[in-house]
C-alpha cells in the first residue's frame, strides 16, 4: 500500500525496524504521554513484545520509521489487566484480538499514516480469523480514534497524564466506514475521509461536520415532491437571514455560475459598468463581463490593498456614464477584505447599483447586503458545506429574459418558479441545510476573527510577512508572499507531505510565489504546526538575507 513518496507498510522485521519501534514506543508512551518513567537509552521494549507483532510504516532506503501499531491475540489482553469482566462491555459471538502502541512520529501526524496502519492491521487480524479488537485510546486522540470507526465502551481507565478510552473496532464497521468514504469520493470531488485527518488550511474543498456528510450520503429525493420544497425554502430562509438580503436563488453549480449568472442580468440594463480589480478575482469579474458582452470600465488598485471610498470616488467622477459597480467584498487572491459599508454608502450617494463576489466572504465574516443589487455565494467555502449550490443574492423582482440569458443562468425563471425550474440536486442542498442548522453564526464569526490574530501574530514572531495589512484582512484567508529564495511550490509539497494542506498550485499563486492558509470549514485548526514548519523550512534564509 503506498504512501508518500518512498513509504511502505509492512510487518516489522529487520533489527532496525525494531530498534525503531522502541525508540518511538519511548517517544510516545514516555516523552508524550507519561506512562512510563524515562531512562537514558531513550527506548522502551513493551512488556508484550514477544506476542506482539508490528505493522509499520517505513521508508526502507531511509530508514526512516513513520508509524507503528501492534497486534496481539493472547489473552489475557492489556485490557482484561485494567477493566474488570471485559467481555460484559462487549457484543457477544465475536473473535476477539488486541490493537497495543498505536503511534504516529511527530512529522508524520495529521498525514494518512494512521489510517493505513488501521487498514493494514485490520487485514492482518482478517486473515488471523478476529472480527472485532479492543484498545485503549489515548484520551488525547478520541476524536482521531472515533473517525477511524472505534466504538468507546466503559469507564477512563488509567490516571493523571496517562488516561484511556477503552474501544472496539468491528470489521464490519470498518467496512462500512471504509466503503462510505470510497462511495463519496468518487461521486464528488469534495474532500476524502483519508484527506480530513490532515490540517486543511485550503480554501476548498474545505472540511464539513459528520452531519454535512450524513445528509448529503442520505437518500436522494424528488425535487418536485413537497418535502423537498419545504427543506429547499428553509434552507433560502436561512441564507437571506445571516445575509440580510429578500431574495436568494440556488444554482447547481460553482460559485463562477453565480458570479455568470449575475453577469446575465447586468447585460439587460444595457448599460455601462464598472469594475473593481485589486487581485485575481477582481480580474475574474472582468472575465464573466467580457462573456456576457457588458459595456464596462475597470479600476486597479495594487494587490493587497483594499479599495478605499476615494477611489470609488474619483472613478466615478472619471466615468460618469457608469450604472452599475461590481466588485470583490473579499479578494481571495491577496487575503484583503473590502469595506461593504463604503462600497454601498458611494453607490447608493451616486445612484449606481452595486454588485458583489461573497463567495469567499459568506460564513466567515458577518455579511450585510442591504441595497445591494445582486451578490453571488457559494456552498463549498466559509458556508462549510459540500460544494456544488451557487447562490445569487437579490432584493428586486427578477424577469425572465428567455430570448437573452440561457435558461440556466436565467435567474428570472428560477424566480417564477419559486426557485426550482429545473433539477435540484437534493443532497446537495440538504447538506447545505444541515451546515446552516449547525453553526451560530456569530460565534463562528468570532472563531475565525481569533484564528486569525493567533496566525498573524505567530507569523509575524518569526518574520514570515503577510500580503494584506491589520488593516484590511480577510480573517478567514492569509496569504504569504515567500521570499523569492524558497519556492513556494517546493514549501507547499513539503507541508503537505507533513500533513499541511495549503493553498499554492494555482497559477496566479505559483506566478507570484505566494502561499495561502485559509479558516473556511467547519473546524479550526490551529495553526501552530504550520507555522512551526514554515520556521524550519524558510526562516534560516530569512535570517541571511536581512
Known sequence: MSLLDGFIYKIAELPWEIEAVHA??????????PQHEPNAQKTLTDKFHEQNTYIICVNEAQQILAGMIAFRDQRPFSLDEKLKDLDSYLPQ??????????????????????QGLIAQLVQHSTDCGYDMAVISGTVRQIKLYKFLGFVPFGPVVGSGDAKYQPMYLTVEAYTDLKNRSSSFSRGSEELTNDDRLAF???????????????AYTEPSCSHRGPE?????QETCRWLCQMSNAARVQLLMGPGTMANDAIAAQLGLLDQTGLILISGEFGRRLVSHANGARLSFETIEIPEGKAFERKDLQQALDRFPDVSWVWGAHCETSTGVLNDISVYQEVCRDRGVLLCLDCISSLGTVPVNLEGVYLASGTSGKGMASIAGVAMVFHHHDLVPAPERIPCALDLGLYQQSQGIPFTIQSNLVHALLAALRLHEWDSRFEDVRRWSRSIRQQLQEIDVPTLAADSCAMPSVVTLALPMSHDSEEIGDRLKDRG??????????????????CRLGAESKPPEKLVRLLKKMIQPSLSLEQ
Request: glycine share 2%; proline share 3%; charged share 25%.
Open 228 to 232: 423537498f420544497a419545504r427543506d429547499f
Open 93 to 114: 459471538d465475536r473473535s476477539l484480538c488486541e490493537i497495543r502502541l498505536l503511534s504516529v512520529a511527530d512529522e508524520y501526524r495529521y498525514t494518512r499514516v494512521a
Open 200 to 214: 486543511n488550511f485550503l480554501p476548498g474543498p474545505v472540511e464539513f461536520s459528520q452531519h454535512v456528510l450524513d
Open 24 to 33: 518511538l514506543n519511548y517517544i510516545t508512551f514516555v516523552e508524550e504521554i
Open 500 to 517: 499541511v494542506l495549503v493553498s499554492y498550485q494555482s497559477g496566479y499563486l505559483l506566478e507570484r510565489n505566494w502561499i495561502q492558509a
